[in-house]
């Protein structure tokens, strides 16, 4: 038994799984967490036969439960298995238990990533079965929709869900917001955020996140410092995202002094700039052909505290590569 949970806490399960087979021979009862662990465990190995072959066992010789029945539906869904999903659904009925909105949620979040008319399909099928879409479900789906090019369809899914008695949440309203960006409605999405008080959700930082950055997106920076003021005015504090957008407007006009100035700021009020911070500086320093700024940038990120990411790297190779100094770049790197 010790041997067992120490390969699985070790994330050993091909050990783990000779262990158990071993064991249920003499009269072992498989633990369900366990079981649930190493089933999670080898489909992230892309292991679909040992994963169901541990969920059998468990369905032999213990007593699984709804949370190890999620991690098999879940990992069939993964690896594009829906027809293997359908089946252990039906599979947790015959053998008493009721799936839940959370085993739904499951399968309708990773089949709308690939195929929405799926999504939909798995939501119907929780409506027969008299199981209610909680918040997320409605969620997911208006995220998917939006995605694949609906965002009249979404709103008619938030208007369902208002219908049905839910009431969206901030991430529900996001969506919607990220949705008429992403289509062209810009003025859409600011009367919306402006009617989310009315509408009992007060708007969360990446609310006005999500205008700011399509803002600067059209080059409107003078409009999106007018905006951050206003959600300041609002009681709503700009985050590390907020004035990391706010560094690439002025990086993009070419204005980097500017920019400098807006990662001060941000310093000084205790936030911390990440890698995607300093990317439109080093960006905007290698267009400007000063190079040994940009370079420097990338020592003062990692001496503040900040690992570069492969984009910041990139970006600087890329520069020397074509001013033919690809020698140089394998000195500094």
Known sequence: MELLNR???????NEAFYFIECMVGKGYK???VLCTKMIKGFFNGRNIERATRVMEILEKYGEPDVFA?????????????LDFANKVLDRTRTRGFSPDVVTYNIMISLCSRRKLDSAYKVLNKLLKDNCKPSVITYTILIEATIFQGGIEKAMKLLDEMLTTGLRP????????????CKYGMVDGAFEFVRSLNARGCKPDVTSYNILLRTLLNQGKCVE???LVLEMVSKGCEPNVVTYSILISCPCREGKVEEAVNVLKTMKERGLTPDAYSYDPLISAFCKEGRLDLA???????????????????????????????????????
């Open 7 to 13: 390969s699985s806490k070790a994330g050993k399960y």
């Open 30 to 32: 498989p633990d369900v």
């Open 224 to 226: 999106g410092e007018k």
């Open 69 to 81: 029945y999620n991690a098999l539906i879940s990992g069939f869904c993964k690896m594009n298995r």
């Open 295 to 333: 370079i420097k940038f990338l020592d003062y990120m990692t001496s503040d505290g900040c690992l570069p990411d492969i984009v910041n790297y990139n970006t600087i190779l890329s520069t020397l590569c074509k001013n033919g100094k690809a020698d140089q770049s394998l000195e500094i790197f």
């Open 169 to 180: 949440d901030i991430f529900t309203y996001n969506a919607i917001i990220r949705g008429m």
